[in-house]
């Protein structure tokens, strides 16, 4: 008798314990490992692109030619308003991004070049601020007029 | 003896069904919470992301994208912000449309300007406070800004601007 008493309390800690345990799975299941969603990068990707876009939108040389049809006279090797059009583009480049980047970003790399495959290789226009080495960079524009690709990195103060 | 024996086992199976079932709505309260939580923080993530999609979608908008003979270009005109800002202000189709946020552009080049832009002032301006429904009380705030290509139709010139969404819950 007294074995069969044991035997039903040793059966009663055990459903105790069997609930405990599917409690701290559940714990685990929705609390530990929740996912967790980092889309940051993805913005920073999205600002680099709309800065990129906007760029190249912007018309110099008395407000006649836009950047993005200077980027391929500079590619051409050609002039533009009476200078080397890739030392000119160079200039207003730098002046039209360090008013432009977006808070919290100091370095930049902008970089145009010949598209292959999947980058933009054997640049022929390459403004820099830092060296921004671990940034995010803007998904490559491609001119397909002047065959030639963009890409714009930029990085955060703290990260480089 | 017999009976109170009995007794002591009948007891002792009452203690167990209670504790038991004590356990088992504690059970089935964590699991509804947790539940509950997730969904609370899958609607609150995809509130999120659709916030954050807004720095790419908001400025597609045909009320103030910019075109070119019908030609629709990755720009906003500046002059249909200054039309949305007006459209906008108490209109209930924006405010059940985008709710509890507050949408300004601000002007970066060729110049930053912190004039708010209003019809008396469309020359000389560089602030377009596009929407604008701040709830009393609200949890928190999340903030995403992104650069925007801005058209200037009486120059025929382009700018870089700045979106500043802000969103409340």
């Known amino acids: ?160 | 003896m017999k009976s109170k024996k009995g007794q002591m086992q009948m007891q002792e199976t009452i203690l167990v069904v209670f504790i038991f079932l004590i356990l088992m709505i504690f059970g089935f309260v964590l699991f509804f919470k947790f539940t509950e939580q997730g969904i609370l923080q899958e609607y609150l993530n995809n509130e999120k992301i659709r916030f954050e999609a807004m720095i790419t979608t908001f400025p597609l908008l045909p009320e103030l994208r910019c075109s070119f003979l019908s030609q629709e270009a990755s720009c906003v005109d500046s002059y249909k912000l200054l039309g949305f800002k007006y459209m906008a202000k108490d209109n209930n189709f924006y405010r059940n449309k985008l709710g509890a946020m507050n949408i300004t552009i601000y002007s970066l080049y060729p110049e930053r300007n912190s004039k708010v832009c209003e019809l008396a002032t469309i020359n000389d301006c560089g602030a377009w406070d596009l929407y604008n429904n701040i709830p009393k009380k609200y949890k928190s705030k999340y903030v995403v800004r992104s650069p925007i290509s801005l058209y200037y139709p009486d120059k025929d010139s382009f700018g870089v601007g700045e979106i500043v969404i802000e969103w409340y819950n």
């Open chain 1, 1 to 160: 008798m007294k074995t069969k008493k044991c035997q039903m309390e040793i059966m009663g800690l055990m459903v105790i314990v069997v609930l405990l345990v599917i409690g701290a799975l559940f714990y685990v299941k929705f609390v530990v490992l929740q996912p967790k969603t980092e889309g940051a990068s993805d913005i920073i990707g999205v600002q680099a692109y709309n800065l990129m876009n906007s760029i190249l939108n912007v018309k110099v040389c008395g407000n006649n030619v836009s950047i993005r049809n200077a980027i391929g006279v500079c590619k051409n090797n050609g002039d533009l308003c009476g200078e080397n059009a890739c030392n000119y583009i160079e200039k207003e480049l730098e002046g039209i991004i360090k008013v432009s980047m977006p808070k919290d970003y100091s370095e930049y790399g902008f970089i145009a070049g010949k598209p292959l495959q999947n980058s933009c290789e054997e640049a022929f226009l390459e403004v820099k601020e830092g060296d921004c080495k671990y940034g995010v960079a803007s998904p490559r524009y491609i001119n397909v007029e002047y065959d030639y690709c963009i890409v714009l990195k930029l990085c955060r103060k703290n990260i480089k």
